[in-house]
């Protein structure tokens, strides 16, 4: 397998991350990869699914109707503990760009305003306006999503403590391509 090197930067502006790109065959990716990463889970019901793993990126496959399976989702989540980096793996070195752990939703918004790339921040995903948003860009349809320093670990009950007079910032979350 071969080393692809591939920019979040790219994937947001452009819809591409190291010749891979939503919407592309299985077998397209796996040549952009140069092979196969070393994590597959494949649907042992009717292989219409599988799921990579590249270090910190996932990427899902799936097919409707004969036709062969297709990229239609690159994601990753990997922003929880602001203290560690994306990882390499599978193939891929990664260049996170701006987008690293503990990123916060106004440096996002100031650095696409800054390059001049179209964005629009809405509600979500799932946990409501007041503790999440999401940046879609015009161009890709490229999401990230932030969740409120508050409510940062909100599926284990859990709230981030603030010192007295803190406002809680939007931080990332993840970043998803979808087709």
Known sequence: MRN????LR???????????RP????????AALGARPDRTNADPRDGRRASWK????ELFFSAIGPGPLRLGMIFTDDYHDPGRL?????????????????LT?????????RIGAGHAAVPGPAYGWKIARTVVLDRTGVRVAFRSERYWD???????????????????SSISAVR
């Open 154 to 172: 909100l599926e284990n009950g859990e709230r981030a403590k603030l010192h007295p007079g803190q406002r809680a910032e939007f931080r990332i």
């Open 54 to 57: 590249c270090g910190s990126l």
């Open 23 to 30: 919407g592309m065959a299985e077998r397209a990716a796996i």
């Open 86 to 102: 994306i990882r390499r793996g599978g193939g891929v070195t990664l260049d996170p760009w701006i987008l690293v752990p503990g």
């Open 10 to 20: 790219d994937l947001l502006l452009n819809g591409n991350l190291g010749g891979l």
């Open 4 to 7: 692809v090197k591939a920019s």
């Open 105 to 113: 939703l106004r440096r996002l918004l100031d650095e696409l305003r």
